[in-house]
């Protein structure tokens, strides 16, 4: 072995401290292992001097793990009184200064900065992950509110936390120089592009505000959000540009050093103190170091060094996802792509070799972080990074030049930002594309064994390639990398399955479909003759159009939009360009008309025939929609299936949430029903009330799978099982589809659809 591991075991210690709090006993105990060990060092030695004991790396990962152990328990963080689900009038305010929202509403990383308990305001700094669907100034800094919380359990912050009253602003931010550097170079973007706009300042400094939700979805699935996220490219290319200016000037060695080291504290102050860029300013910083004591690039060693001192300074590091992503992608870099382009340099040109080997090598030892967050493999994350890969210097350096000079030089920056600006848009098409093929986002084996999978699938594949070109036996060589061959294989297999491609046909009997479309609702009412009922369109990109043509739906009498909100709305771009023949365009009484043309808008009391299915429409209340939330502005349908042996209904309650629902069952009584759409995706505030009035059943639940919001409610599933209704879920079962039989409502599945 040429490779010094020993940098390894000591990161491995602190991560493994920072990630678990260690029992006392155990810290004890460990504390008697590493004075044996030490104590192995005073023996009389039989090797040679300069060789290192069997037992050193031991001795690292223990000194790390207890270094972080005691100062974790020099910390005193400060938690809400119960870890269990809780309401709490609280003072908060977001880490970003001027947050801005998307479709009305506020979400990012915040931190209660008080609360109140005992009549009293505590105060307590807790980060929580926010959501505020009210309107505030865009630099509000503290404001109260109160919050609904449930317990996170992933990221640094603690609490998912949801505002359920109009928050009051107690201070507005102070925008600091980098907040209005920031600023004035968006405002100079106005004339690019709509994704280029977007992506340049995440791909510079790390801010997808600007991003919609249907551009971040499709960056997610072909695998290249990541390019909007600040890393230690960024930084790279940076000190590059500011090395190669300080030696044009003739600057000396050591006050180059220090200067470079200076510009990229500079960079880190104006982007903030994300994890991966404090992870790799401070490797590069230290690698700067390294060179001037001439120990060279040992790069393992940097990044080892570099993780452990920042879980040193802050523990809560270790359970950051943006972390792990950071320190493992560096070192799949570092240990894997030296292996992975001698392999593949034998069939690809040199620079492509070394291109492909570093994808592979950040995406194989990301593979459990990413699995552990989405539940999904990208199919095409490889073949688009590898298209996107070279225009990636070009957009970093000119666009930093086009960040200086933006204030200055504002006409000069403004012609410039063509250069960075036009490859960037073309990586927005790029993902745009690849989030439409076949199969981009593939499901993985869910919950734990699926994250296990992954972990031992990445550590195998790590070692194979490691030992198959450390090692200086051929022998072991050709088996390790055989190994190697036979494990991408079976990974192949496990993600690519022959059915990829090809779907059994769908029965056309089906009579009530709700297609898995992620985190929001799109259901079809089937007519006949390849004709069927929309009821809300899901998400962007979230594959209502794929649903439709599943199907066998090729025309829409009529679209229901009940509400405008992103998770019901968002799919209607892609299906007007769809080809599918649309009739009707119809939305509730609180819907902005203008953002549909050609939308007409049906009040409470309107009803319609269709062959043998009817429907009327319960609400929303035409004066009070005009003030109420959107969620509350809902339409509510009532459709009757008339059939020989007598009506079968089926009750869609869009998000209406618990009080509106209640107005709107004491106008309108409601018998019981066999088939119920949960409110709001079967979240708490949908209330219970409608699925013991209409007892169905099968209850509808149209949710994505590990969604942030806890969807469905225990207290919903709950109230299904006390009614007797069988539940079906879209993040359980996919696509559900129900049939009207005389022995009752007879269920099928088509599975999770191919994103």
């Known amino acids: 072995m040429n490779t010094d591991f020993r940098g390894l075991w000591l990161l491995a210690g602190a991560w493994m401290a920072a990630s678990f709090t260690m029992p006392p006993a155990l810290l004890v105990a460990l504390i008697v292992v590493l004075g044996l060990l030490l104590a192995l060092l005073l023996r009389r030695r039989h090797d040679g001097a300069h060789s290192t004991p069997w037992f050193t790396g031991p001795i690292v990962l223990l000194l790390g793990l207890l270094a972080v152990s005691f100062l974790g328990t020099t910390h005193s963080p400060c938690t809400l009184p119960s870890g269990s689900e809780q309401q709490r009038r609280a003072i908060l305010s977001f880490e970003d200064s001027s947050p801005k929202p998307v479709e009305g509403v506020f979400k990012g990383s915040a931190s209660i900065q008080r609360y109140w308990r005992d009549d009293a305001w505590v105060q307590c700094e807790v980060p929580v992950y926010l959501t505020v669907e009210y309107p505030m100034p865009v630099q509000t800094g503290e404001f109260e509110t109160i919050v609904n919380l449930q317990p996170a359990d992933a990221g640094t912050f603690a609490w998912w936390a949801r505002a359920t009253s109009e928050p009051k602003v107690i201070s507005l931010a102070k925008l600091t120089a980098a907040d209005y550097l920031k600023q004035r170079f968006t405002h100079s973007l106005q004339d690019l592009p709509s994704n280029a706009r977007a992506l340049l300042p995440g791909m510079l400094y790390g801010d997808r505000s600007g991003q919609d939700e249907e551009l971040s979805t499709a960056m997610k699935t072909s695998g290249l959000s990541h390019l909007t996220a600040v890393s230690g490219s960024n930084i790279a290319l940076l000190a590059a540009i500011v090395l190669s200016l300080l030696r044009v000037f003739s600057i000396a060695r050591i006050p180059s050093a220090v200067l470079m080291i200076g510009a990229v504290a500079l960079f880190t102050w104006f982007v903030g103190p994300d994890p991966s860029v404090l992870r790799a300013s401070l490797m590069g910083s230290i690698a700067v170091l390294s060179l001037l004591a001439g120990r060279g690039q040992v790069s393992l060693g940097i990044l080892s060094l570099s993780a452990t001192i920042l879980l040193l300074v802050d523990p809560g590091l270790g359970v950051e996802p943006a972390f792990a992503l950071s320190v493992l992608a560096t070192l799949g870099i570092i240990m894997l792509s030296p292996a992975l382009t001698e392999i593949f340099i034998q069939f690809l040109p040199s620079w492509l070799a070394e291109l492909t080997a570093i994808?592979?090598?950040a995406q194989f030892t990301c593979l459990p972080v990413i699995i552990a967050l989405n539940s999904n493999f990208s199919l095409y994350s490889l073949p688009t990074n590898l298209v996107v890969g070279p225009l990636l210097p070009l957009i970093t350096a000119v666009g930093m030049v086009c960040l200086l000079l933006c204030t200055p030089l504002p006409s000069v920056a403004h012609i410039l930002l063509w250069v960075p600006g036009l490859p960037a848009e073309l990586i927005g098409r790029t993902a745009h594309f690849s989030a439409q093929l076949p199969g981009a986002a593939r499901p993985w084996p869910t919950g734990l064994p699926g994250i296990i999978l992954a972990i031992f699938l990445a550590t195998v594949l790590c070692i194979l390639l490691i030992t198959g070109r450390e090692t200086e036996q051929v022998r072991i060589r050709h088996v390790s990398l055989g190994l190697a061959g036979a494990l991408l294989v079976f990974v192949a297999a496990l993600v690519l399955p022959a059915t990829l491609f090809y779907r059994v046909p769908v029965d056309s009997d089906w009579n009530i479909a709700?297609?898995?479309?992620?985190?929001?609702?799109?259901?079809?009412?089937?007519?006949?003759?390849?004709?069927?009922?929309?009821?809300?369109?899901?998400?962007?990109?979230?594959?209502?159009?794929?649903?439709?043509?599943?199907?066998?739906?090729?025309?829409?009498?009529?679209?229901?939009?009940?509400?405008?909100?992103?998770d019901h709305f968002g799919g209607v771009v892609q299906l007007e360009s769809s080809g599918i023949k649309i009739g009707r365009r119809v939305v509730s009484a609180g819907f902005d008309?203008?953002?549909?043309?050609?939308?007409?808008?049906?009040?409470?009391?309107?009803?319609?025939?269709?062959?043998?299915?009817?429907?009327?429409?319960?609400?929303?209340?035409?004066?009070?929609?005009?003030?109420?939330?959107?969620?509350?502005?809902?339409?509510?349908?009532?459709?009757?299936?008339?059939?020989?042996?007598?009506?079968?209904?089926?009750?869609?309650?869009?998000?209406?949430?618990?009080?509106?629902?209640?107005?709107?069952?004491?106008?309108?009584?409601?018998?019981?029903?066999?088939?119920?759409?949960?409110?709001?995706?079967?979240?708490?505030?949908g209330g219970?009330?409608?699925?013991?009035?209409?007892?169905?059943?099968?209850?509808?639940?149209?949710?994505?799978?590990?969604?942030?919001?806890?969807?469905?409610?225990?207290?919903?599933?709950?109230?299904?099982?006390?009614?007797?209704?069988?539940?079906?879920?879209?993040?359980?079962?996919?696509?559900?589809?129900?049939?009207?039989?005389?022995?009752?409502?007879?269920?099928?599945?088509l599975g999770s659809p191919v994103r």
């Open 359 to 361: 994808c592979c090598a």
């Open 514 to 566: 709700m297609c898995d479309v992620g985190q929001g609702d799109a259901l079809v009412i089937n007519l006949g003759n390849h004709q069927g009922w929309l009821i809300d369109a899901g998400p962007p990109d979230s594959g209502v159009v794929q649903c439709l043509r599943r199907l066998n739906i090729n025309e829409l009498p009529t679209v229901f939009i009940t509400h405008s909100h992103a």
């Open 593 to 685: 008309i203008n953002k549909w043309p050609g939308a007409e808008v049906i009040a409470s009391g309107f009803s319609q025939t269709y062959g043998s299915i009817s429907y009327q429409v319960l609400g929303p209340d035409s004066r009070a929609a005009k003030t109420a939330e959107p969620n509350d502005t809902s339409l509510v349908m009532r459709f009757h299936f008339h059939r020989a042996t007598g009506n079968i209904d089926f009750f869609a309650a869009g998000d209406m949430e618990t009080e509106a629902m209640h107005q709107l069952l004491q106008k309108f009584p409601q018998g019981p029903a066999a088939v119920l759409k949960a409110s709001h995706h079967g979240a708490r505030n």
């Open 688 to 749: 219970t009330e409608i699925i013991e009035d209409i007892s169905p059943e099968v209850l509808l639940i149209s949710d994505g799978k590990d969604n942030s919001y806890g969807h469905p409610h225990p207290e919903t599933l709950k109230a299904a099982q006390e009614v007797g209704a069988k539940v079906f879920r879209t993040d359980q079962s996919g696509t559900v589809l129900l049939t009207f039989a005389e022995q009752g409502v007879l269920s099928s599945s």
